[in-house]
């Protein structure tokens, strides 16, 4: 596992930074070039993770490869479902297994609409699915613009190609527009002209894809996290490649930014990309930011609401969410070690915030691969930037009682070959009693003494996971003896199901004066959850999945 560490970024920074091609323009480009008679010559284009899972598609999908394998890119299995629906031969899409989480039911129903014959192979709304037809019959649809303008993207680059053209018409309101602007932009300049009627109604008549070459124009997405900095720093870093009359929406983030500080309530709609972006830049703002239009954000590489509140919970700093809007109250963050999910926005949006804090540090930095492959060098023209193998030498699980540690962490150590050690039993085997007696015969205060010894004799250990006790992070001195090489894990759950787990354990003594196990949990959450985030460099919920499966997810972020 690769780790980036980000020195504070210098000041004041007057730099001339490159971005890369945008990555809309170029998987479009790319999509479009394959449907043309003569392809064009393309220039500007982005290389990266999806822009080469787009070319393998249209390669295998043009040699008539039956599994055409998408990777990690939405926009590419989306695109070229599509496109399977006017090709010859039974295709079957899939991809990696973060790519299956991601629906696609919207647009499947939409091209059985269009006589489309589209079967699911495993979970109904979700890759992977096996397409067999080679043209589709009808030529008007009704889709739903609510979950992603990639579906309607999608619909709109192969219209063009059937028989009688297409008229999509929008059953609701539509999201993200920019990126519907860019795809009507840029079928324009490949010769095909789009009718639309605000947002609600597209017309597509028969029309030849054609053009003699394309010009990819610099990423306002990639751009936009260098405004950011100057935004946060007052810097005066310069972007090369950038079209000032672009219709991409990162655009418009850029341009609210540019000159002055973000407004405290935003609607992200039209640059969904950049809400983490605007997140961290209010984690340091004073008062309260509301950003909206965060509803697409739950269903891209993760579920960046989620997990943007993970983060800005481990910086210090405090936030609140509904489906639709997410709620930061700025104060003063501290560096953190970020954990990306494998989504390369979050590893960018948070190296924002070393424009501030020293020490920031990324977890598998090299998920940027997935649009700007360049990021980190770019970056270290402002500041240092130091990229290394982290190999930890033990791993600390924290959380509740009935979380999961020792269950877990029992099977964590089998599979890494790694010794195990449960602090609780540890403590029990010393005093010759259980916890509750301990705790009943000498109080708390004694409890946490012999809990800070064995802390500090663990830290001494190598090659062990541990399991704490609910409360080994009450003292900062328990953690700080745990170096850097030790990897700290948080499980949570909700205190509704930790309830029914320990609902018969009697070996605890009540921490709080509430009448009920349920009303004591949510008591103790409230006042340790801030300790829990600061100390934890990966938090997993362990609330749905099976003690196998939360031990495999850990295992695969170890070895990303």
């Not at 039993?425 to 809990?451: H, M, P, S």
Request: hydrophobic residues 40%; charged residues 25%; aromatic residues 6%.
């Amino acid at each position: 596992m690769k780790i980036a560490e980000i020195a504070k970024i210098k000041h004041p920074a007057e730099v001339t930074v490159n971005v890369p091609g945008s990555k809309s323009y170029t998987l479009r480009a790319l999509f479009l070039a394959a449907l043309c008679d003569s392809p064009p010559k393309l220039t500007g284009l982005l290389e990266s993770m999806d822009t080469e899972a787009m070319r393998n598609c249209l390669e295998a999908i043009t040699n008539g490869q039956e599994e055409i394998f998408a990777g990690e890119s939405g926009i590419t299995a989306r695109f070229i479902t599509a496109l399977a629906c006017i090709t010859p031969g039974r295709q079957k899409i899939t991809g990696k297994p973060g790519l299956l989480k991601r629906p696609i039911g919207d647009l499947v129903d939409a091209l059985r609409q269009l006589g489309a014959n589209i079967e699911y192979i495993g979970k109904d709304g979700f890759l992977p699915i096996s397409v067999s037809s080679e043209n589709l019959s009808e030529s008007k649809v009704s889709l739903s613009g609510q979950t992603s303008s990639q579906y309607l993207s999608a619909l709109l680059l192969i219209s063009p190609k059937l028989e009688n053209g297409l008229e999509i018409n929008i059953k609701d309101k539509q999201i993200s527009k920019p990126y519907i602007d860019i795809t009507v932009d840029i079928m324009k300049s490949f010769g095909v002209e789009v009718a639309n009627d605000d947002y609600q109604k597209y017309i597509v008549k028969p029309q030849k894809y054609q053009a003699n070459e394309y010009a990819v124009e610099g990423d306002y997405s990639s751009a936009a996290y260098f405004y950011a900095i100057n935004a946060l720093a007052g810097s005066n870093i310069k972007v090369r490649n950038l079209n000032l009359d672009s219709k991409q929406g990162d655009k418009k983030f850029v341009d609210m930014i540019k000159n002055k500080p973000a407004p405290k309530e935003i609607n992200a709609e039209d640059f969904p990309d950049q809400a983490m972006t605007l997140a961290v830049l209010a984690a340091f703002a004073e008062g309260k930011t509301v950003i909206s239009g965060v509803k697409s954000l739950r269903v891209k590489e993760t579920e960046r609401v989620k997990a943007a509140e993970n983060e800005l919970a481990k910086m210090d700093i405090k936030t609140e969410s509904t489906e639709d809007r997410l709620t930061i109250y700025g104060g003063k963050p501290q560096a953190t070690k970020v954990e990306t999910y494998g989504d390369h926005r979050i590893a960018m949006s948070f190296a924002v915030a070393s424009a501030k804090l020293d020490g920031m540090t990324i977890f598998n930095p090299e998920v940027v691969d997935k649009t700007f492959p360049g990021f980190w060098d770019e970056l270290d023209k402002l500041t240092e930037v130091k990229i290394s193998e982290l190999k930890p030498d033990n791993i600390l699980l924290i959380g509740m009682r009935g979380s999961g540690k020792s269950t877990i962490g029992k099977i964590l150590a089998k599979e890494l070959g790694m010794d195990f050690v449960d602090m609780d039993t540890l403590i029990e085997l010393k005093q010759g009693l259980k916890v509750r007696d301990i705790v009943e015969k000498n109080g708390w205060a004694y409890f946490r003494e012999l809990e800070s010894k064995i802390c500090a004799e663990l830290a001494q250990l190598k090659n062990t996971v541990m399991a704490s006790g609910g409360g080994v992070v009450i003292n900062d001195k328990n953690m700080s003896g745990f170096d850097k090489n030790t990897l700290k894990i948080l499980f949570v759950a909700e205190p509704s199901l930790l309830s029914k787990r320990i609902k018969g354990d009697s070996n605890r003594h009540g921490l709080t004066s509430q009448p009920t196990l349920l009303g004591e949990l949510d008591e103790v959450w409230e006042n340790r959850k801030e300790k829990y985030f600061k100390n934890t460099d990966f938090i997993f919920d362990t609330s749905k999945e099976a003690p196998e499966l939360v031990v495999k997810n850990i295992i695969g972020k170890l070895e990303s």
